[in-house]
């Protein structure tokens, strides 16, 4: 029980907060164990049930989060399981495991992979590995490309963006063309280029981010063409501008990576 204890103490507390409320900082100490234990066998499993297979999507933000706790080792060591799986034309599978509970596309899974290698870089500057990975990352970005391509040249408020998908599966029905995997999209090309420039590579770097910077036009345009002029929010998706799912549905915007400045007035509307 002692050698237990400690090794748990250890683990929880490569990161410490000195906060005026005990609970909070307890608290964080407990998440990074559940955290930590979600790792079994191989890579995060957000849930011990219906959700007891490998997300794309948990991979990011759990491994954002392991990052931040001193945990770069348990993040390296799960990244290969991402990109193992990626298919000849760049798409990344966003479920894995034995028992998925659905085998559809989210396209938010390109953009969360290469922002879990340039995460892992930004707190490691360990070049070796973001080296290693590039020609995955690189392959995804071209996926993300391709993707648009089915939108780049239709009519209407989809123009330019991802075609629909699954997404974030809470957020409606996979008809439908879903901003949150636009803004995934432009967070990925984005780091993408990122790790060009680290590496180098400034000619993959300047087509890359000019591919963010186009779909990042393409979602504002889109939604001033769903919601008029000055739209008063973000919606959810270019079909449903109603449901409560936009909220949740925008938050890509600006975390983990700032898509669109925090100061933009259309930012401000939504969030009010």
Do not use: C
Request: negative net charge; glycine residues 6%.
């Amino acid at each position: 029980l002692v050698e237990t204890v400690g090794m748990w103490r250890r683990a929880t507390d490569q990161v410490t907060l000195s906060l005026p409320d005990d609970h909070i900082a307890d608290a964080r100490r407990a998440s990074i164990g559940y955290l930590l234990l979600a790792l079994d066998p191989k890579a995060p499993r957000p849930g011990p049930l219906a959700h007891d297979s490998f997300w794309i999507r948990d991979a990011a933000y759990i491994g954002l989060a392991l990052l931040q706790n001193g945990h770069s080792d348990a993040v390296k060591a799960y990244i290969p399981e991402v990109f193992d799986a990626q298919e000849a034309d760049g798409r990344i599978p966003p479920i894995r495991g034995d028992d998925i509970p659905w085998d559809v596309d989210e396209w938010d899974a390109q953009g969360q992979a290469i922002f879990l290698v340039s995460s892992y870089y930004r707190y490691t500057d360990d070049l070796d590995t973001l080296n290693t990975w590039y020609p995955a990352l690189r392959k995804s970005a071209q996926f993300i490309a391709a993707l648009r391509d089915s939108e780049r040249d239709t009519e209407g408020p989809a123009r330019g963006l991802l075609p629909p998908s699954k997404s974030a599966e809470d957020l409606g029905r996979e008809e439908r063309h879903y901003y949150w995997d636009d803004f995934w999209a432009v967070v990925g090309l984005e780091e993408a280029a990122f790790a060009a420039r680290e590496l180098g590579e400034t000619e993959d770097a300047a087509w890359i981010m000019a591919e963010a910077d186009a779909l990042r036009d393409a979602i504002v345009d889109s939604v001033e063409s769903v919601m008029g002029a000055e739209p008063p929010y973000i919606p959810g998706a270019v079909e449903e501008v109603e449901s409560s799912a936009m909220a949740r549905g925008t938050v890509p915007v600006l975390w983990p990576v700032r898509v669109l400045s925090p100061a933009n007035p259309l930012l401000e509307r939504s969030f009010e």
